[in-house]
């Protein structure tokens, strides 16, 4: 019984299982032993999270109704494999390319690329919709939460 609708949660609900096992294996710092927020806690609750959406979503496709309509058969297209694959490289290239060029770039370039790669075409929105994100989240977490995001080796 393992159809279309019940392959992606399952698969999902695998990978925040591993991910939430990963996420308790966190060491904690000395000081933060006392501490109710840790390095650990994002992601322990992104597990969490993840692994209840998996779970609502595996329970509301088993409680659907079937349909009596015999729904024909979809297969996967070529493009979808190749795109599927291009992203996965470009995630890949997206991690080796963080050190040395820095968040804000590398993650624009990501983005962009992405956004072609799933078949965004218009140059305003592949533009409005990368650079601004990027600029917005590195301002928020740099600048607002204090957080470090690598500037990359190239600048200094």
Do not use: H
């Not at 590398?106 to 790669?117: A, K, N, P, R």
């Not at 218009?122 to 989240?137: C, D, H, M, Q, T």
Request: hydrophobic share 55%; aromatic share 12%; with cysteine.
């Amino acid at each position: 019984m393992l159809n279309r609708e019940l392959l992606g949660p399952s698969l999902f609900l695998a990978l925040f299982t591993l991910y939430a096992i990963v996420a308790w294996q966190i060491p904690l710092l000395p000081f933060e032993e006392y501490e109710m927020v840790t390095s650990a806690t994002l992601p322990k609750v992104y597990a969490g999270f993840g692994i209840l959406v998996c779970l609502l979503s595996i329970g509301a496709t088993l409680l659907k109704p079937q349909e009596q309509k015999e729904e024909p058969e979809q297969r996967l297209d070529k493009r979808d494999v190749l795109r599927t694959f291009g992203l996965l490289v470009l995630m890949v290239l997206y991690s080796t390319a963080l050190e040395p060029i820095g968040f804000l770039i590398s993650t624009s370039i990501f983005l962009l690329v992405g956004f072609f790669v799933m078949g965004e075409r218009r140059k305003k929105i592949l533009l409005l919709a990368s650079i601004p994100v990027v600029v917005v989240f590195w301002f928020l977490m740099t600048q607002i939460l204090g957080i470090y995001l690598v500037p990359g080796d190239l600048w200094s």
